[in-house]
């Protein structure tokens, strides 16, 4: 077998580079495509197995609680859940109301949705992306940009969906947009001016930070009590009032037409277990996802 | 399966679980805003120890892997290691590749330099532009875990190669 | 030789001795080789900076984008002319290159069927790639907006090869919910982007309209400060005040541009990030001396008449500010932004709204009545007439001078003998004839001058007219070529005849006698620590300067006035506020008439001046300066005292509240 000589040895690693790259280049787009689902899909098991040893060790950890507590606790649920009961059943007679409202003014009904729980497999914050994987994807109907949400606000959007998983980009992603508004700390009504705010710089060891551009100038802030966000609805995505964040700083744009601003999302965000997908019933299709 | 084949497959077997474990350490740290940057132990192993070929393949692969997960242009993890890998390779018959210390510097210098082309690349392209406050905390615990796993991970590489009949360190065209 | 040379390893040996031959091209290989040293350098030590330029100027393009335009705030701080943000979506034309080429590959391929005879050239290919993914794009923004715009297919071209940088402007003027859409549902790296531009906003609507003046847009290619000026550059247009304050003050108004220098392609599209930039930042605010509720309280009274045209002035008599500047018919500024449309352009001019009458020559008129204040004050300061003794002939409704009769046009019957207070009170021509001719013209124009009455006020908008004119002997000379009749004294007397004014001008110089100066700089910006204006004298005796305001106080009270300012009979009636006026019916070519009202009040502490001048617009109808012009007065008035606590509290009206003395005459 013939040496290669020192500098083609050294010269190999480089040309087989180049070829690489420009052979990349030229590999259709349905090739990559296929490729990516198919390694995705070969990853997903794993991670899904993963999230259920967690899931299972939860589950005794549980199980190693005294009795009392877990009697106190299951106590407690039952006297909220007594409490939501008497609001489902407020809800369902103004709900009626509405769509008798709704029929009454010959108004097209607001887009409803279907919701889907799903637990979250993989938690994936880089500082250039944050997105999560849940263990719901096309058997369950997700579709790509539909809402993400949990107890507390707004989670994201759907980004991608596979087969049994589907990829939820979350609020503090710089690609995630929603129009909203904002509620002063005295207000019970949101100011009705659509603001857009953007997932931003999320530094390491802090809750998840997102931005406010296009803010009319005559929203102020003032330590202490802090304006909040809530989904204005306007967007087509998500429904309205979900709260988004809280404003903790309003700086004012040169040119004085504006404001931008700096949101502080729920800490809750990071250490999310369970989210709920806003799938839409009507047969529109959502805009592309982010 | 030629020589060349089963590296490749020890290689690749290894890095999955490096992946995996990587992943399972993001999302116990997401909580605070981190996130693992390991590229440096997926390439170091396969330049210094496989032939040009198997590593060469073993991490291009590997990068396609990251690039399913990551909302990135597909390839773009897969060409930044191999790039790595390549500078890794040209230079490694003047290293003394059998010393751990070595192997832990050789690692981490990779890591460094993988992880500063993603960078570059992402501030390029995407909306994204982190600030100091989130890079530098990252690059910290990124390149503590290398140190910490790299000796580890070598030694895991070589047992694979070991297992599946592949001699570590051998030439191959 | 050579053989022992190639033999021994001795290389010094070999080139010393042997190819002597070789010598002759070490001399010609060191020129070329300092020739090429030389070339390198001349071109890279010498001339470095012009290649850098050169590479600069290809490499390189600038943007610069207009700040927004400072505020213009009333007294009290109220906008009167601010920005309302604009939202538009654009396409960045310049970042969709490579999309530009793979369409035109794809069409280029299209048509490589030999059907097409003669094939389209290359540009025109270009030009359809580029409609056909510029469509696309506008088909994204239909879908997710759900209304269909129109596509200036010339316009994209135009935009195209003129101004690749700047974002192209797909779609304006978005509601708040189609911009709320396309935020949630544009992707985040698209090259559509919603863009926000301010544009003039006028919290007041057509409040002072002709005061702030309007805005258009600045097409000149103004030098500017920043760096790269020496760079290709892009300019999205400012906007540059077209009249009114935006015009005089459009430097400090004038917003700081922002500007980005980029790195292009060799084909002119953008390299991202930008090498350089700065964002724009707003012009500075320009407080005026306005006062939102009193110009609005004018302008409403002004409009009572809707077919009369006119305008109103209100002065601060202490500082010179101006409260009030009113001219109707007036136009609303928020039909100019974005731009003003042909039909609303028509309807201005039809209405003759343009001119600002305050100020312009279409309010300068021959200032009638309002006039014998001055004629009183030169008849006294030259002793021509003393304020306890009736003047000349007593008044029979009409008197002769200069061979001609001149009738009383005031008073259906006779005002008989009268002191100078009941003839100001009650406007008596005949009594005023005779003191003007007693005085003599050249006094009575020495004293005009003397008050500011001859020249520009000098306000800080641009138009203002230079046509107000003090007539004398000379000037009659010099620019009629006739000489001055008695008759023109009388006529003068009475501010008829050649005498013009603006209702600016008699606003000053109501002022002034308030104060009893001369002179009033008016102005329009607002100071809190504005200084009182304080200028000459006038010179009369406090005994004179006494019967000159019973006079003037006796014109709103009994007088001509009487039954139209500041009557207990009307509903906005002022208790306790006395008011010291004169008015005035000049005669305005058509055999019309130009009604004005001129006022300062509270009599005993003057603190508001008013000048208000209506334009009667049928030929032979009289048009009142007590009918129509005081009324105006009378509601501007009414609100200032809105604000001034002290006077808020009626007081008991009776002549013994004021410091004049009562009018001795009309008691008589």
């Known amino acids: 077998m013939p040496v290669p000589s020192p500098s083609s040895r050294q010269s190999r690693p480089f040309i087989t580079l180049g070829v690489v790259l420009v052979a990349w280049l030229l590999v259709p787009a349905v090739v990559k495509r296929f490729l990516r689902a198919a390694l995705f899909e070969a990853q997903a098991p794993a991670a899904v197995t993963a999230s259920r040893v967690r899931d299972l060790q939860e589950y005794w950890a549980l199980r190693t609680r005294p009795a009392n507590e877990l009697i106190a606790a299951g106590k407690d649920t039952a006297r909220a859940l007594a409490g939501y009961e008497l609001g489902v059943e407020r809800l369902g007679l103004l709900e009626a109301e509405n769509a008798r409202l709704h029929a009454l003014l010959s108004l097209p009904p607001p887009p409803g949705f279907r919701q889907e729980h799903a637990r979250v497999v993989e938690r994936d914050f880089s500082a250039w992306w944050q997105q999560l994987v849940i263990r719901k994807g096309a058997d369950y109907g997700i579709t790509v940009g539909a809402p993400v949400v949990f107890a507390g606000g707004v989670v994201g959007r759907v980004r991608e969906v596979r087969a049994t998983t589907s990829v939820v980009a979350l609020l503090s992603d710089p690609s995630v947009s929603l129009a909203v508004v904002v509620v002063g700390p005295g207000d019970t009504r949101p100011d009705p001016r659509p603001v857009k705010y953007s997932g931003g710089d999320n530094p390491a060891f802090g809750p998840a930070r997102g931005t406010l551009e296009f803010a009319p100038a005559d929203i102020t802030v003032t330590p202490g009590a802090l304006p909040r966000l809530l989904t204005s609805g306007l967007g087509g995505v998500f429904p309205a009032g979900l709260p988004v964040g809280e404003v903790t700083r309003m700086e004012p744009s040169p040119d004085g037409l504006f404001q931008t601003g700096e949101v502080r999302l729920n800490p809750a965000l990071a250490t999310l277990e369970e989210v709920t997908v806003l799938v839409p019933e009507a047969p529109t299709a959502l805009p592309a996802a982010p | 399966m030629s020589h060349a084949s089963r590296q490749t497959l020890a290689l690749l077997l290894g890095n999955a679980l490096l992946v995996f474990l990587a992943a399972q350490a993001d999302h116990a740290l997401a909580g605070w805003q981190l996130r693992l940057w390991l590229g440096g132990l997926l390439l170091a192993p396969a330049a210094l120890l496989a032939s040009h070929r198997a590593g060469a393949v073993a991490v291009f692969v590997t990068g396609l892997a990251l690039d399913a997960r990551a909302p990135v242009p597909f390839g773009t993890h897969a060409l930044v290691l191999l790039a790595a890998h390549a500078a890794l390779f040209a230079v490694r018959d003047r290293l003394a590749r059998d010393t751990p210390a070595l192997r832990v510097a050789a690692a981490l210098m990779a890591n460094l330099v993988a992880l500063a082309a993603f960078g570059l690349i992402m501030a390029a392209a995407g909306p994204a532009r982190p600030g100091a406050g989130r890079l530098l905390p990252e690059l910290l615990i990124s390149q503590a875990a290398v140190a910490l796993c790299a000796t580890w991970c070598f030694a895991l590489q070589e047992r694979l190669c070991a297992l599946f009949g592949a001699r570590p360190g051998l030439e191959l065209p | ?668």
């Not at chain 3, 599209?269 to 012009?283: D, H, I, Q, T, V």
């Open chain 3, 1 to 668: 030789m050579s053989r022992s040379a190639i033999r021994a390893p001795q290389g010094v040996e070999t080139r010393a001795n042997g190819n002597h031959r070789l010598w002759a091209f070490y001399p010609l290989l060191a020129a070329l080789l300092l020739t090429l040293a030389g070339g390198f350098a001349w071109q890279q030590l010498l001339r470095a900076d012009l290649h850098g330029a050169r590479e600069r100027a290809q490499g390189q393009r600038r943007v610069l984008v207009p700040g927004p335009r400072g505020r213009i705030l009333d007294r009290a701080g109220r906008v009167l002319a601010g920005n309302r943000p604009r939202f538009a979506v654009t396409l960045a034309l310049d970042t969709l290159g490579p999309e530009f080429r793979a369409e035109f590959a794809a069409v280029k391929k299209n048509y490589h069927t030999p059907r097409e005879s003669p094939p389209p050239t290359s540009a025109q290919l270009e030009q359809i790639a580029r409609t056909a993914v510029v469509r696309r794009y506008l088909d994204q923004l239909e879908t997710i907006l759900g209304r269909a715009t129109e596509f200036d297919a010339a316009g994209l071209q135009r935009h195209f090869s003129q101004q690749l940088l700047l974002p192209y402007l797909l779609m304006e003027d978005l509601t708040p919910a189609e911009y709320a859409r396309l935020v949630e549902q544009l992707p985040a790296n698209s090259p559509l982007q919603v863009f926000s531009a301010g544009v003039r906003d006028y919290p007041y609507g057509r409040l002072a309209a002709h005061a702030l003046g309007s805005v258009g847009t600045d097409d000149s290619e103004a030098d500017d400060d920043l760096p790269g000026d020496d760079l290709t550059t892009y300019r999205l247009r400012g906007t540059k005040g077209r009249d009114g304050l935006e015009k005089f003050f459009d430097d400090r108004l004038q917003g700081e541009a922002g500007f980005s220098i980029f790195r292009v392609s060799p084909a002119g599209y953008r390299l991202n990030p930008p090498l350089e930039s700065r964002p724009p930042a707003r012009g500075g605010d320009l407080m005026t001396s306005l006062d939102a509720d009193l110009q609005l309280a004018a302008e409403t009274a002004l409009r009572i008449n809707p077919d009369l045209a006119g305008a109103a002035v209100a002065l601060d008599v202490r500082t010179g500010e101006v409260l009030v500047l009113a001219s109707e018919p007036g136009y609303d500024l928020r039909d100019f932004s974005p731009r003003l449309s042909n039909a609303t352009r028509d309807d201005i001019e039809a209405r003759k709204a343009w001119a600002n009458r305050a100020i312009s020559a279409s309010g300068t008129y021959s200032p009638g009545s309002t006039f014998k204040l001055l004629t009183a004050i030169a008849a006294l300061r030259h002793g021509a007439l003393d304020p306890d003794e009736p003047l000349g002939d007593p008044c029979d409704g009409s008197v002769l001078i200069g061979g001609k009769l001149f009738k009383c046009y005031n008073g259906k019957g006779h005002h008989g003998a009268v002191h100078l207070d009941e003839a100001i009170a009650k406007s008596c021509d005949v009594y005023f004839y005779q003191a003007g001719v007693k005085t003599t013209a050249d006094n009575i124009a020495a004293e005009a001058r003397r008050f500011h009455l001859d020249r520009p006020a000098g306000i800080e908008l641009p138009g203002e007219t230079h046509r107000m004119l003090i007539p004398d002997p000379a000037w009659k000379k010099r620019t009629q070529h006739e000489d001055w009749f008695q008759g023109d004294t009388a006529n003068m007397a009475i501010g008829q005849g050649y005498v013009l004014e603006t209702p600016l001008n008699m606003a000053c110089f109501i002022a002034s006698l308030a104060r009893d100066e001369v002179w009033t700089q008016p102005t329009l910006l607002h100071r809190a620590d504005a200084p009182a204006q304080h200028t000459e004298r006038t010179g009369l005796t406090p005994a004179q300067r006494d019967a000159l305001l019973a006079g003037m106080v006796g014109c709103t009270t009994v007088g001509t006035a009487a039954g139209t300012l500041n009557n207990p009979s009307l509903t906005n009636y002022i208790p306790g506020l006395s008011i010291a006026g004169k008015t005035g019916t000049a005669q305005i070519p058509g055999n019309k008439n130009a009604a004005w009202f001129v006022c300062f009040a509270p009599a005993e502490n003057p603190q508001i001046a008013i000048a208000v001048m209506i334009e009667g617009d049928t030929a032979g109808e009289e048009v009142g300066g007590g009918r129509y012009a005081a009324p105006v007065a009378q509601a501007i008035l009414k609100e200032w005292v809105k604000n001034q606590p002290k006077l808020n509290t009626p007081a008991p009206v009776s002549p013994s509240t004021l410091s004049l003395p009562a009018l001795p005459s009309l008691t008589r």
